[in-house]
C-alpha cells in the first residue's frame, strides 16, 4: 500500500553503540541512522554521518543500545483480543466498538518494536480501515497488510467473519470481493481449526486441491499472494501444489498422529514457500496442555523443516485465545528455546518476513531508500535475545514512538 500520508519532513540522526542493517549479522559499530520524514536517508559510522548534517538535524543518542530494522509479526489478528472466547466478541461487538479493540491491540504491537503485522482475517474489512487511519496519522500502530475475510467452506473454520463459499463462482467471487476491499493477501482456511466448534477438525482439509488452485489463480492474476491456514499434511501438500506463497502453522497433523510428507518439504524449500508456524507468546503452555512427548514432536519438526531449507518468519497468532500482543519477543523465545542462534531468529523477523510478504523492496533492513521502520533496544539482541524486550523508541513510516515505561535517553 502507498502511505497516504508521511511523517513531518523533520531530518533526525539516531546513533547507538550498534547498528544491525540486515541481514542481522551485518553490523556496524558505533553507528547511526539517519531519517528525513518517512525515508530513510544513510546509515553508516556515527562521526562520518554527524559530520554531513545541518545544524537543523535532531540528534538522538542511545548509548549501549543497538538499532535495527522494525520488526515484523507476520501473522495476527487484531479483531481477536487473544481472551479465552475472543469468536463471542468478534460476534457480538459492533464495527465501532470492535474497530477501537483493534486500534488499542496495534498499539500494543508498536510498543514492542512491532513495525509491520499481516492480519489474516477480520470481519466486514475493519483491518483496512484500521490500517488507513494508521496511515492518515489517526492512530499510532505498524504498518498492516490486510487479508479482509478469510475464504472458508460453510460452518468451516471461522465461518463467522463472513467467509463462507462454495464451488468455483463463490470462491472466485470471494476474492474479487476482498482484493475490492483493499486487501493486499488472500487468506484460505485449506484445513479446520480448533478456535471453531462444530466444524471440521484442525487436521481435516476443508477445500480440494483443485478449489485451491482457483484460489491461487485468481489471487496472482488480481497481483496478491495466498496465505494457506494449513494443519494437516493432506491440506498442506494440496496448498503447496496449488501455489500458494505462505502456509500458516503447517503442524503435520492426520487423523491419527502427525504424518510428515518429507517430498512436500522437499517442494516447500525448492518453492520458497515461506512457513509462519504462528508460536503463541504462550506457547510454553501448549507442552503442560498436550504433555512434553507431542510438544517435543512439534516443536523438534520446527528445527527439521529450517534444516531442510524450508524458509520460517516469524509470526505469533496474535488474537487467538493467550497469544497476547504485547509479548512478541516472547514468541522469538520459541525459536531460541529450539537453539536458533539469535542472527537468524531476527533475519526471521525482519529481513526474511519482509520479503514473504512481498515487502523486501521498502522494509526489514536499514538502507538509504527504505521505509523507516526502526526500533532501537537496550544492549544486543544478537548476543542476549532478551534486550529486544527493552525497547526505547519504535520508528514506524518514520513517526516517533515512545513506549510506555520506555527509558528516556
Known amino acids: 500500500m502507498t502511505e497516504r500520508t508521511v511523517a513531518q519532513a523533520v531530518e533526525t540522526l539516531i546513533s547507538a553503540d550498534h547498528v544491525l542493517v540486515g541481514p542481522a549479522g ?22 562520518e554521518l554527524a559530520s554531513g548534517v545541518s545544524s537543523a538535524t535532531t540528534h538522538k543518542d542511545f548509548p549501549g543500545c543497538t538499532v535495527l530494522p522494525g520488526l515484523i509479526d507476520a501473522h ?22 470492535l474497530l477501537a479493540g483493534m486500534a488499542d491491540r496495534a498499539r500494543q504491537l ?26 492518515d496519522g489517526h492512530y499510532p500502530g505498524p504498518r498492516i497488510v490486510a487479508a479482509t475475510t478469510p475464504l472458508t467452506v460453510p460452518g468451516g473454520h471461522c465461518w463467522f467473519l463472513g467467509g463462507e463459499v462454495h464451488g468455483e463462482q463463490e470462491i472466485r467471487a470471494k476474492v474479487r470481493e476482498n482484493a475490492a476491499r483493499g486487501a493486499e493477501v488472500i487468506k484460505v482456511m485449506a484445513t479446520g481449526g480448533g478456535l471453531t466448534k462444530g466444524g471440521a477438525q484442525t487436521w481435516e482439509s476443508q477445500f480440494t ?16 499472494p495466498v496465505a494457506a491456514h494449513a494443519h494437516g499434511s493432506t491440506g498442506i501438500a494440496d496448498s503447496v501444489a496449488a501455489g500458494v506463497d505462505t502456509i500458516e502453522h503447517c503442524t503435520w497433523m492426520a487423523e491419527s498422529g502427525f504424518e510428515v510428507l518429507e517430498d512436500v518439504v522437499a517442494e516447500i524449500a525448492a518453492k520458497g514457500i515461506a512457513v509462519c508456524t504462528g508460536a ?9 496442555r498436550f504433555g512434553e512427548d507431542r510438544a517435543a514432536e512439534i516443536f523438534g519438526r520446527v528445527r527439521w523443516m529450517a ?8 509470526g505469533t497468532d496474535a488474537g487467538v485465545p493467550n497469544a497476547v500482543f504485547d509479548n512478541f519477543a516472547g514468541s522469538l523465545d520459541f525459536y531460541r528455546f529450539l537453539g536458533f542462534p539469535g542472527e537468524q531468529i531476527l533475519n526471521m523477523a525482519t529481513l526474511d518476513a519482509a520479503e514473504a510478504l512481498r515487502l523486501g523492496e521498502h522494509t526489514g533492513r536499514l538502507a538509504p531508500g527504505y521505509r523507516a521502520d526502526l526500533v532501537v533496544v537496550g544492549g544486543d539482541p544478537i548476543e542476549d535475545l532478551d534486550a529486544v524486550r527493552d525497547v526505547r523508541l519504535v520508528l514506524a513510516a518514520g513517526r516517533p514512538h515512545v513506549p510506555s515505561g520506555a527509558i528516556s535517553n
Open 26 to 47: 551485518t553490523r556496524i559499530a558505533d553507528g547511526a541512522v539517519l531519517v528525513n520524514g518517512s525515508e530513510i536517508v544513510a546509515v553508516g559510522p556515527r562521526a
Open 307 to 314: 534444516e531442510q531449507g524450508v524458509r520460517l518468519i516469524a
Open 280 to 288: 503463541s507468546p504462550n506457547w510454553r503452555k501448549f507442552a503442560e
Open 110 to 135: 508498536l510498543d514492542n518494536g512491532v513495525t509491520t503485522v499481516r492480519d489474516l482475517g477480520d470481519r466486514d474489512g475493519l483491518a483496512v480501515r484500521l490500517r488507513d487511519a494508521i496511515a
Open 209 to 224: 486441491a483443485e478449489e485451491l488452485r482457483m484460489v491461487v489463480t485468481e489471487a496472482h492474476a488480481l497481483g496478491l
Open 76 to 97: 495476527v489478528h487484531l479483531a481477536f483480543d487473544a481472551s479465552a472466547d475472543p469468536v463471542t466478541a468478534v460476534r457480538e461487538l459492533d464495527d465501532e466498538t
